[in-house]
């Protein structure tokens, strides 16, 4: 089975702080991709990546950025966060090839809170 | 760009109900379509999906969605609810790439 883990379940931190959220997949996916989850306006693609050192933006990138030195490892960043950044962080994984690689597995998020 | 709509917000059923939950979508042209579940507590995972033929397709666990082209539509399908299915559901959809749009989720409850 896939798996996809993220570093924690639970995190709060201050505004301003510089927060680190991790994600690893076992499954040699080539994409991988974080977004955020918030009542009422379901999942918003944060940035993706298609391969190692490659991101692209999502639909609400601002505040955020992402790392991925490794293929197994992709690492969204909040600069600088700030309360309206308090949401649930999901990341997700998909293979590279074929119609296989629209189905995407998550992880169990992160829920984040800022205050 | 790319939108889903998901008009029932919250749903709430007695157990052995008829469950359906309405997904719409705005590209024209060739989509791939999905339904995922969230159970309380548990991360999201695939449900079904359609990518080509019998637009009528099963998932898991007794759900069942049909493709409609002409209406843009996508709607998950339950004939008898169990408590179980206490859930939220997104619908998704894909154009391209492999990047998916989600509507805003529809949450279920069911009652004993």
């Known amino acids: 089975d896939v798996k996809v883990t993220q570093s924690s379940r639970y995190l709060v931190k201050r505004t301003g702080e510089k927060v680190f959220l991790e994600c690893v997949q076992d499954?040699?996916?080539?994409?991988m991709f974080w977004y955020r989850q918030d009542p009422g306006l379901g999942l918003r693609l944060i940035y993706f990546?298609?391969?190692?050192?490659?991101?692209e933006k999502g639909d609400i990138p601002e505040g955020y950025s992402v790392s991925r030195e490794k293929k197994e490892r992709f690492s969204l960043i909040l600069e600088s966060a700030s309360t309206n950044q308090t949401s649930m962080y999901l990341c997700?994984?998909?293979?590279?090839?074929?119609?296989?690689?629209?189905?995407?597995?998550f992880g169990p998020g992160t829920r984040l809170t800022v205050t | 760009a790319q939108s889903v709509s998901q008009h029932n917000h919250h749903v709430i059923l007695s157990e052995a109900a008829s469950l359906e939950l309405g997904c719409n979508y705005s590209y024209g042209g060739t989509v791939n379509l999905f339904w995922y579940v969230q159970y309380p507590g548990q991360h999201l995972q695939l449900l079904l999906k359609?990518?080509?033929?019998?637009?009528l397709v099963k998932g898991i666990k007794g759900f069942e969605a049909e493709f409609i082209k002409s209406k843009f539509s996508f709607n998950l399908r339950k004939p008898s609810v169990q408590w179980s299915d206490t859930a939220e559901y997104f619908c998704?959809?894909?154009?391209?790439?492999?990047?998916?749009?989600f509507g805003t989720g529809t949450r279920l409850q069911v009652t004993l």
């Open positions: 990546s298609y391969d190692v050192k490659m991101k």
């Open positions: 359609y990518f080509s033929g019998d637009p």
């Open positions: 499954m040699d996916h080539e994409n």
């Open positions: 998704a959809v894909s154009e391209a790439a492999s990047k998916l749009t």
């Open positions: 997700a994984s998909s293979p590279p090839s074929g119609r296989a690689n629209l189905e995407q597995y």
